[in-house]
């Protein structure tokens, strides 16, 4: 329908979307740092109500929280709607000198990530910075990314406070015993 | 096989793959600031050959190439060799205040970008950071993502010359003729 594509082609002054459903979304706002990590796999800070109608659209399978923060009422209830899996990891960042995150507990957040059947999965803690910097930049260990690489990525949402999450993943050496059945191919 | 599994899922120090055809690459060294825009679209500076085994699993259908360098040789060949499309917009970054990049440019740009049958797409400029900035602001625009999170994710891989660039996204309203048959299911 050549009315309907118009309409989809162009950028307006106002953003708004045809007028049809639960569609009408002026605006959408993604979750606080929100990024792709990899095919099937989104990065962000702790998702709230005004993510709904972009979350939405992802079409996710699964969310993993990094965080010992409870969902809200509001998110809890978003899940259920959606009817969307919940990973929740109630682990605490690296905190020097004496808060260290587990790579026991990294592992078996990554067996999750690397399970195609969570896909799409949107993996967060509460900034999108630290901890998620850190299950990601083990992530791109088992990819076989160059150091260089996973912390200039790390530092691109962290910004500060890199040195114990650098050395966290530098020296994750934890066996991640995911399904190679179920693997994402570009692993 | 319980030999090969137990192989890809651990981290051993050197990060050696398994000892077989032309896999054996001890360490992937993705492109400058290489990321993932959505399914299908990758972002980066300027690839070169020590990125060729890293580009090669992400088994790329097009590059998209926003500069006025031409490709040398050794890319030339790998493109040639991997059966990869290349689209070619010789454009300069704007740079005030003389120079403006020109929005018909990034339009047509978006056309090939959001048509599924070159995907996946690896769209890069020299850096990385200000044509492919501009381009996926105004790709963000069309998802119609906030300004805010449009201007931050910019900024992430920009951090400084951001203005131009920022003006050029917000005013972006050029019509993008993209084919509704062959869109990617995010837009």
């Known amino acids: 329908m050549a009315s309907e594509s118009s309409t989809n082609n162009s950028i307006t002054s106002t953003h708004t979307l045809p007028n049809n459903s639960d569609e ?14 990899a095919p099937g796999v989104y990065r962000s800070g702790h998702p709230n ?9 992802l079409k996710l399978k699964s969310i993993m929280c990094l965080s010992s923060d409870e969902f809200n009422e509001e998110l809890s209830q978003f ?8 990973f929740h990891y109630k682990i605490d960042g690296n905190k020097e000198p004496f808060i260290e995150i587990e790579q026991k507990e990294i592992s078996n957040a990554l067996v999750k990530v690397l399970d195609i059947r969570n896909h799409p999965v949107l993996i967060h803690c509460n900034k999108g910075k630290h901890r998620i910097g850190c299950l990601v930049g083990c992530l791109r260990k088992l990819q076989k990314w160059s150091l260089t690489s996973i912390f200039h990525e790390y530092r691109r949402f962290a910004v500060t406070k890199v ?25």
Chains 1, 2 share one sequence.
């Open 49 to 57: 109500r005004k993510n709904f109608p972009f979350l939405k659209k």
């Open 163 to 187: 040195l114990a999450d650098q050395e966290f993943i530098e020296i994750f050496s934890e066996h991640v015993p995911y399904n190679p059945d179920f693997k994402p191919d570009w692993l």
């Open 24 to 37: 009408e979304v002026k605006v959408m706002v993604p979750p606080l740092n929100f990024a792709m990590v």
């Open 79 to 86: 899940v259920k709607d959606q009817n969307i899996q919940i």
